[in-house]
């Protein structure tokens, strides 16, 4: 009996997928030029951070403040951002610089083959963030926003939606699928300073791994591809796994707009692939090995008229019932048809005796005769009769219905997302029933997983993919305008609107004097020098730190006889000559 629903079940994965594959066929759509203009730079609010107090930057790119020639860094800097008050501030070497309200760091080109971004410490990981990074300051934290190009981008979304080495051709969907999600965002951002943020909320991003070779490759191939529908960015959801059908956004949200480009239809490749996600129930007819489900069906069943005092012998079938929609497997309700044991009540004196016949005798009317309850019990569990003298009962049929999600999802811990959107699927076992609950995630649009199986197993390219995914969807390729980053020989001595943060900058707030300290300022021949702030009172020492003209510093205690006295200054401590400083 196993081997022939298993071969059922295969025949009807065959007609699904071929069925499928014609689908596809018919919908599949050219890839068009578009007359679109953009600049092909998207605005990343990166709230993956929360709200930072302060941000630990290494410059692996060539970087200016605000395209300011006189405001580089080398390659390879370290410079640490937090907020104080109203302002953003910048530890950059020995110098802490008050920047105002916000600042931007301005990527500019870089040689060929060179990396060229900035990395976070406080990411989760070791990654590029090849871009521009605006901070500004906000109720006492940092806000930063990343304007990076629509194609690094998508290198930092697919590396964390699809993994490496799944399929190409599965990872040129996602592609798509993404790029169309972030341009539409970009579309609809308004007077946002940003276009979308870099958690679920929108798309995951994490930086760039320039390890991950096919992500670059299925990026580059796809360049500038999005889909569309009457002229505008096509919404492209995407899910993990949907469970074996595609649903519709008023399937979950109940979102009246205008998706005519997707379709609630069956998805064989989701269900064929074994990495989809899956919770599964296994119990007997009696549904005795599962006391939870058990206690469900007996409390639905004791408020059947006519069921009182029954108890459950076996469960005959299941059926989902209040689909989403006509002929859809998301079900909310499955019915339990149940053979219940429902007790005669006992006669009188002199109403006569009942006893229990030896075999089942069927009434014309579709009553059933009466038994004991043991009896009941071992006649459908297929035990020899042994009279034990209980109270009779009835055999009798009772249909009940128990929720999906408040009962069997909760009740029997099978969830598999925190909203309400997986579907059940029912199977008959030998020896009882099985209940699974599938889709990992909302259902709508493309299934990674299906594209996984389509890519993977049945060779199938990333336009077919979208074509059974997104039937009403167009595709077009986008030429962006030119927006690379500029070489610092092309950038005016200021290129940026901002005051510079001061002629002499102010270096961050020192701790007040104890007794026998005092402030003091560098005071040099040349403004635009500094001096050595050394480890101990003499020109061998190492130095520590770099003082410029005008910085504020803390001088402790009095000089030696050479003329050295201690320092304190933002962020280090040494020794400095008493002749180039003056006390305030």
């Known amino acids: 009996m196993k081997l022939a629903r298993y071969c059922r079940k295969a025949l009807l994965l065959i007609l699904l997928v071929l069925m499928a594959a014609c689908a596809m066929a018919a919908a599949r759509a050219e890839i068009v030029p578009s007359e679109r203009k953009d600049d092909g730079v998207l605005r990343v609010l990166l709230r993956s951070l929360g709200a930072p107090e302060e941000l630990t930057l290494t410059l692996d790119g060539v970087y200016t403040v605000e395209h300011d020639a006189g405001f580089r860094f080398e390659r390879g800097a370290q410079i640490r951002l937090y907020c104080q008050g109203d302002s953003v501030w910048m530890d950059a ?18 040689r060929d083959g060179e990396e060229n971004g900035l990395r976070i410490a406080e990411t989760e990981r070791d990654n590029l963030y090849p871009g521009d990074l605006s901070v500004c300051a906000e109720n006492g934290s940092l806000r930063p926003v990343l304007s990076i190009q629509v194609e690094d981008y998508l290198r930092g979304v697919v ?4 993994s490496d080495e799944w399929p190409i051709e599965a990872l040129k969907a996602q592609a798509v699928a993404a790029r169309t ?22 798309q995951v991003f994490r930086g760039v791994d320039a390890g991950l070779k096919r992500v670059a490759e299925a990026v580059r191939a796809t360049a500038g591809v999005t889909g569309t529908y009457k002229g505008s960015f096509a919404n492209c959801f995407y899910t993990a796994s949907n469970g074996g059908e595609t649903a519709l956004p008023s399937d979950v949200w109940g979102d009246g707009g205008d ?7 069956a998805d064989p490749y989701d269900l064929e692939n074994e990495r989809s996600k899956v919770t599964s129930a296994h119990f007997r007819r009696d549904a005795s090995d ?85 009896y009941l019990r071992r006649l459908t569990l297929g035990s020899p009769y042994e009279p034990t003298g209980e109270q009779e009962a009835r055999l009798e049929e009772f249909d009940v219905e128990l929720d999906v999600y408040d009962q069997i999802k909760d009740g029997l811990e099978l969830g598999l997302n925190s909203g309400d959107c997986e579907v059940v699927r ?23 997983r299906g594209a996984q199986t389509m890519a993977g197993a049945h060779g199938m390219d990333f336009e077919e993919i979208l074509a059974f995914y997104y039937p009403g969807m167009a595709l077009e ?5 030119p927006s690379d980053p500029l070489p610092l020989d092309e950038l005016p001595s200021r290129g940026g609107e901002r005051p510079a943060p001061s002629p002499t900058p102010e270096s961050a707030p020192l701790p007040e004097p104890d007794e026998g300290e005092a402030y003091a300022r560098v005071k040099l021949d040349d403004a635009g020098s500094s001096m050595n702030l050394r480890q101990s009172p003499s020109t061998d020492a190492p130095v520590v730190a770099l003082l410029y003209h005008n910085e504020r510093v803390l001088v402790c205690g009095e000089a030696d006889a050479q003329g050295w006295v201690r320092v304190k200054a933002a962020g280090s401590e040494g020794y400095a000559k008493l002749e180039y400083l003056k006390k305030e």
């Not at 998706?259 to 239809?265: K, V």
């Not at 005092?309 to 059926?319: T, Y």
């Not at 390729?477 to 305008?481: A, D, G, H, L, N």
């Open 93 to 110: 070497g020995a110098l802490s610089l008050d920047m105002g309200p916000a600042l931007t760091l301005t990527r500019q080109a870089a």
């Open 159 to 162: 590396a964390y939606e699809m």
């Open 181 to 202: 999600y972030a341009l539409r965002a970009k579309a609809n951002a308004s007077k946002r300073d940003y276009d979308l943020v870099d958690t679920t909320a929108d």
């Open 259 to 265: 998706y005519g480009y997707l379709a609630r239809r």
């Open 290 to 374: 599962l006391p939870a489900l058990r206690e469900m069906l007996e409390a639905a069943l004791a408020e059947q008229p006519g069921a009182e005092g029954a108890e459950i012998v076996e469960i005959e079938g299941i059926e989902p019932e209040d689909p989403v929609a006509e002929g859809s497997i998301a079900c909310s309700k499955l019915r339990f048809t149940l053979r219940a044991a429902v007790p005669v009540p006992e006669l009188g004196p002199g109403e006569g005796d009942v006893g229990a016949p030896a075999e089942p005798a069927d009434s014309d009317s579709g009553n059933l005769a009466l038994y004991g309850l043991d």
């Open 426 to 448: 029912v199977a008959e076992e030998r020896d009882g029933y099985a209940v699974e609950l599938r889709r990992y995630g909302h259902g709508v649009g493309m299934s990674q």
């Open 477 to 481: 390729r986008i030429e962006w305008e």
